[in-house]
T-cell receptor, first 114, second 113 residues
Framework: AQSVSQHNHHVILSEAASLELGCNYSYGGTVNLFWYVQYPGQHLQLLLKYFSGDPLVKGIKGFEAEFIKSKFSFNLRKPSVQWSDTAEYFCAVNSGGGADGLTFGKGTHLIIQP | DTGVSQDPRHKITKRGQNVTFRCDPISEHNRLYWYRQTLGQGPEFLTYFQNEAQLEKSRLLSDRFSAERPKGSFSTLEIQRTEQGDSAMYLC???????????FGSGTRLTVV
């Protein structure tokens, strides 16, 4: 069975600080990796996804993530955060061709202070 | 709005009652998923359809839960004899196929009193 671990449940940063949110997964086979964001009062939105190819993936709103297979990790990064990045961030994984249900981490609540 | 629609947005029910939720996916998406999310947790996968066929069910989906997608378009999730532990946000997502991401709806928040 797959599992996803997000190391930080709450992160507080000041505007313009750099961000890195950790995500590790456990699964022995080929995986597909996702980061979703949930802004206050809104539905889950896809930030970026990795299926194959370049392990450095660029997403929307200046976010990127790097898949490191040897570390079973898919950390999310942003060089300079904004107040509008305040949200809940979820890492997720599925296997196979990418059609299976997603296994999500518990989420990281990010608060950006102006 | 061409996104995933869920109805109702909120449902309050008494313990023991049956409830049914509806999800309308993006029209060209043939895959439809149901998830449950409780406070402080990430969404948990419940079940998934490809067209009208239910292809996968989580062990979380007890006998009181049933999902249908009769014509391969909208889907319903029914919970029979609701319990307080069923209180959660029920999320629907759809996808056009392999190699694509999932689009989530806004969810139905169920409160069992």
């Amino acid at each position: 069975a797959q599992s996803v671990s997000q190391h930080n449940h709450h992160v507080i940063l000041s505007e313009a600080a750099s961000l890195e949110l950790g995500c590790n997964y456990s699964y022995g086979g080929t995986v597909n990796l996702f980061w979703y964001v949930q802004y206050p009062g809104q539905h889950l939105q896809l930030l970026l996804k990795y299926f194959s190819g370049d392990p450095l993936v660029k997403g929307i709103k200046g976010f990127e993530a790097e898949f490191i297979k040897s570390k079973f990790s898919f950390n999310l990064r942003k060089p300079s955060v904004q107040w509008s990045d305040t949200a809940e961030y979820f890492c997720a994984v599925n296997s196979g061709g990418g059609a299976d249900g997603l296994t999500f981490g518990k989420g990281t609540h990010l608060i950006i202070q102006p | 709005d061409t996104g995933v629609s869920q109805d109702p947005r909120h449902k309050i029910t008494k313990r023991g009652q049956n409830v049914t939720f509806r999800c309308d996916p993006i029209s060209e998406h043939n895959r439809l998923y149901w998830y449950r999310q409780t406070l402080g947790q990430g969404p948990e996968f419940l079940t998934y359809f490809q067209n009208e066929a239910q292809l996968e069910k989580s062990r979380l989906l007890s006998d009181r839960f049933s999902a249908e997608r009769p014509k391969g378009s909208f889907s319903t999730l029914e919970i029979q004899r609701t319990e307080q532990g069923d209180s959660a946000m029920y999320l629907c997502a759809s996808s056009p196929g392999q190699g694509e991401g999932y689009t989530f709806g806004s969810g139905t928040r169920l409160t069992v009193v």
